[in-house]
């Protein structure tokens, strides 16, 4: 019988209290105090109540005692005079006299008895009035329990040795949560299933008063899982109630069960390029990436696949093959350059900072992962460089580089060299704001400035001084003249050293397409034109003409038998009379043109001759034009020397020739 000691809340007429026999009671543990809970599995029992004999004297005939419900009377009157002091009375308590609730949870009921004096008054007197029981049909959670949650790990890859925890005395065992359902109270009791196998049972977990409403851990252990190693299979739970109702079983979660198959040694992956303590750009733009090597394993076997993580990206499955196997390293993958850069951006704010990254890898067979390292790659990232940040890294050039602006000698127009232009030197300008951010500067003072053509270095590299002014870069004619005729593309590198010290990154330019004209087709192809020949000088080495020379005029012969000179050319002449001391000579100076006809372009007898003369000049034939500078122009001179220059020019370009100079001396003797 169950002693009921429980203290009384007020004074009663009478003090025996109702027992209710053990075998109808819930379970009760030890931290909560007796509340009568009728066990679920007697809703349609009747129960055998005890009840000492509550009269200290013999009763009379007509006292009886009666169960009350709520204050009601019900069930079968006991005739007291029948019994004695002493006595045990029992009284049934009928399942259809207790109110039950498929609702309320847990719903209490008051219950006494009633004692009438028949045989005198017919007054009532009663026993203790705080006796209650409780009745619970309603099972755990209603019909809303949630299935159990995992680590996302063990969703993902499914339960592995690197899964399981231990509980500090050695025991190892999956966890899983229960999430907090309606309806919980202390006592509950909940176990973990896998595939509804009775056999197959966690430890169970007694709910205590602060766990109500909380999320619970169910513990699956290692040694249960061993049983069922290999294979898929569902893990659900159950929660019973003290009373003994039962939950429905909630949805299951299908895992793999992959004890045995995990390899648990895995090396940490190693990023090369970090070890010498810093990826740069030029690390990161390897073959589109960064390099990240994979060791080798043993326990790996051709058909796995390789996972590379850098930080939250995840690379496709890269199967491993046959030739692979037991190889050390297992292979080398690529962490492409936009995820390296966009996270590093992302946590420098385009500074100048080192950030670390976190590079693992996994290794699965078939949709399972078998293997993680037990260590990452934390390689050191800085790409802060020229042109802030970079608006499109999938490119592998910096479109926020300004492009450089090319110009011939004769200026216009940009970025053709005109064939006339190749044998001068030409100029790269890079302006210093950033394309489309007025105001923002691409460099800073120190940043180096590389100019290429083509793939070809152009000269030794530049130091930035003033980031707010242009940057103006030589292009040697040798250059262009390499690069006659065609269209090429001119770009340029800029390198920022780092704060870390010796480190610095690159970054650069887009192409420049420049037009390059044939200097070839430009009269003299590029060489200076043969200088022209004053025809009437004399003397073997004086070089100077005389007034007989000039009375009617001097011709000076221009060689027509010169590259890519021809019918239609168009040649521009200039004389001009210096004094003894170089001074230009007033009235001296006179110019002209002369278009080339196909005449002219005939070979007919030349006898003139270079300086100085061989001697006896030859005379050869060969096309030529004279040009007949008047005596007006010559006379003024007297005493002095007088030059000569032309250039011819065609639809490409104009060639200039080599100055002419002849002494001339006009005095009379």
């Not at 390293?329 to 100048?352: H, I, K, N, R």
């Not at 699965?364 to 020229?386: C, D, Q, S, Y």
Request: charged share 25%.
């Amino acid at each position: 019988m169950h002693d009921d000691t429980e203290p009384r809340s007020a004074p009663d007429a009478f003090s025996p209290r109702l027992v209710f026999p053990e075998a109808a009671l819930a379970r009760l543990p030890s931290y909560l105090a007796p509340d009568h809970l009728l066990k679920a599995s007697v809703r349609d029992e009747a129960i055998v109540l005890s009840l000492p004999f509550p009269l200290s004297y013999d009763a009379e005939p007509g006292d009886t005692l009666q169960l009350t419900i709520d204050g009601r009377r019900i069930g079968d009157i006991t005739a007291l005079d029948r019994h004695q002091p002493g006595e045990t009375l029992n009284l049934v308590l009928a399942a259809a006299d207790r109110p039950l609730s498929s609702v309320e949870d847990r719903r209490v009921v008051r219950i006494n008895y009633e004692v009438y004096y028949g045989s005198g008054s017919g007054s009532k007197e009663y026993g203790p009035t705080d006796q209650t029981f409780i009745t619970d049909i309603v099972r755990p959670g209603r019909d809303s329990l949630a299935a159990l949650s995992f680590d996302p790990r063990v969703i993902a890859y499914g339960v592995t040795p690197d899964t399981l925890v231990d509980d500090g005395t050695g025991n190892r065992y999956l966890p899983a949560i229960v999430k907090g359902y309606a309806t919980s109270a202390a006592g509950d009791w909940i176990q973990g299933r896998i595939d509804d196998d009775p056999l197959l049972l966690s430890d169970i977990y007694e709910l205590r008063e602060a766990d109500v409403g909380t999320d619970i851990e169910v513990r699956f252990p290692a040694a249960l899982l061993e049983t069922i190693d290999g294979g898929r299979h569902a893990f659900s739970y159950l929660v019973a109630d003290r009373a003994g109702n039962v939950s429905q079983q909630p949805a299951s979660v299908d895992l793999d069960v992959r004890l045995s198959e995990h390899i648990g040694d895995l090396l940490p992956p190693t990023v090369p390029a970090a070890a010498d303590g810093l990826v740069t750009s030029d690390d990161a733009r390897v073959d589109g990436g960064v390099t990240v090597v994979i060791p080798g394993n043993a326990a790996i076997r051709a058909g796995d696949f390789i996972v590379l993580l850098w930080n939250a990206h995840v690379s496709v499955p890269i199967p491993v093959l046959p030739t692979q196997e037991g190889r050390d390293p297992l292979m080398l993958l690529t962490s492409p350059y936009d995820d390296v850069y966009t996270d590093w951006l992302a946590a420098s704010g385009d500074t100048d900072r080192n950030v670390p990254a976190r590079v693992d890898y996994r290794v699965e067979r078939g949709v399972t992962v078998i293997g993680t390292p037990t260590e990452p790659a934390r390689p050191a990232i800085n790409l802060f460089g020229p042109g802030g940040a970079d608006p499109d890294p999938l490119t592998p050039v910096h479109e926020n580089m300004p492009l450089p602006d090319v110009r011939g000698a004769s200026g216009d127009p940009a970025n053709v060299i005109r064939a006339e232009d190749v044998t001068q030197d030409a100029t790269a300008t890079i302006v210093w704001e950033i394309p489309g951010a007025r105001g923002i500067q691409a460099f800073a003072a120190g940043d180096r400035i590389q100019l290429f053509w083509a793939d070809d270095r152009i000269g030794a590299d530049i130091v930035v001084g003033d980031p707010r002014r242009d940057v103006v870069l030589r292009i040697p004619s040798e250059v262009l003249r390499a690069h006659s005729p065609g269209t090429w593309p001119v770009r340029y590198t800029a390198s920022r050293a780092l704060a870390t010290v010796p480190f610095c990154n690159v970054a650069m330019s887009p192409d420049r397409s420049v037009s390059v004209e044939d200097y070839r087709q430009v009269p003299g192809e590029g060489e200076l034109l043969l200088d022209a020949t004053f025809v009437e000088w004399v003397g073997s080495r004086v070089y100077s003409i005389t007034l007989s020379d000039v009375i009617d005029g001097t011709p000076v012969r221009i060689r027509l038998d010169q590259p890519s000179v021809g019918a239609g050319d168009v040649i521009r002449w200039r004389f001009q009379g210096l004094g003894e001391s170089g001074e230009p000579i007033p009235g001296t100076d006179t110019s002209g043109e002369h278009e080339i006809t196909a005449s002219d372009m005939s070979s007919r007898p030349d006898n003139t001759w270079p300086k100085p003369p061989p001697s006896s000049p030859p005379s050869v034939n060969r096309a030529y034009v004279d040009i007949t500078v008047d005596a007006g122009f010559l006379l003024p001179i007297v005493f002095g020397r007088a030059t000569f220059d032309y250039t011819i020019s065609n639809a490409v370009g104009t060639g200039f020739a080599k100055q002419d100079v002849v002494y001339v001396d006009v005095r009379t003797l």
